[in-house]
C-alpha cells in the first residue's frame, strides 16, 4: 500500500509564496513521473507540473515562470515552489505519482489527499 502525504497548503496575499510537499511512504520499488495537480471550485482538474525521475519538468503555460517543482529521490518526495501568486491560483492541489512495485511491473497512479492553496488579500 502507497500513500501519498501533502502538506504545506494555506492563505496567502496575492504576490506571495508557499511551498507544497508530498512524501511517498509505503512498500515500493521506485517511484517514476510525479506531478501536481489542482482543482478549482467548479471546475475539472488540471494538470500543474510534473517531474520525471530523471528530473525533466513540465508546466502548465499559467504557472510558467512563477512555479518549480522539484524532488528529492531518496526521500521519496515532490516540492512545488509557488512564488507571486495569484488568486486564480486557488484551488486544492494534489499530489500524483507512478509508483513501481517492482523493476518489472508497469507503474501503478497514486493521488494525495489534497492540499488547499487559497490565494486572498
Known amino acids: 500500500q502507497v500513500q501519498l502525504v501533502e502538506s504545506g497548503g494555506g492563505l496567502v496575499q496575492p504576490g506571495g509564496s508557499l511551498r507544497l510537499s508530498c512524501a511517498a511512504s509505503?512498500?515500493?520499488?521506485?517511484?517514476?513521473?510525479m506531478g501536481w495537480y489542482r482543482q478549482a471550485p467548479g471546475k475539472q482538474r488540471e494538470l500543474v507540473t510534473t517531474i520525471t525521475s530523471g528530473g525533466s519538468t513540465n508546466y502548465e503555460d499559467s504557472v510558467k515562470g512563477r512555479f518549480t517543482i522539484s524532488r528529492d529521490n531518496a526521500e521519496n518526495t515532490v516540492y512545488l515552489q509557488m512564488n507571486n501568486l495569484k488568486p486564480e491560483d486557488t484551488a486544492v492541489y494534489y499530489c500524483?505519482?507512478?509508483?513501481?512495485?517492482?523493476?518489472?511491473?508497469?507503474?501503478?497512479?497514486?493521488w494525495g489527499q489534497g492540499t488547499q492553496v487559497t490565494v486572498s488579500s
Open positions: 509505503g512498500t515500493f520499488f521506485s517511484i517514476d513521473a
Open positions: 500524483n505519482a507512478d509508483v513501481r512495485q517492482t523493476f518489472y511491473t508497469q507503474p501503478t497512479n497514486y
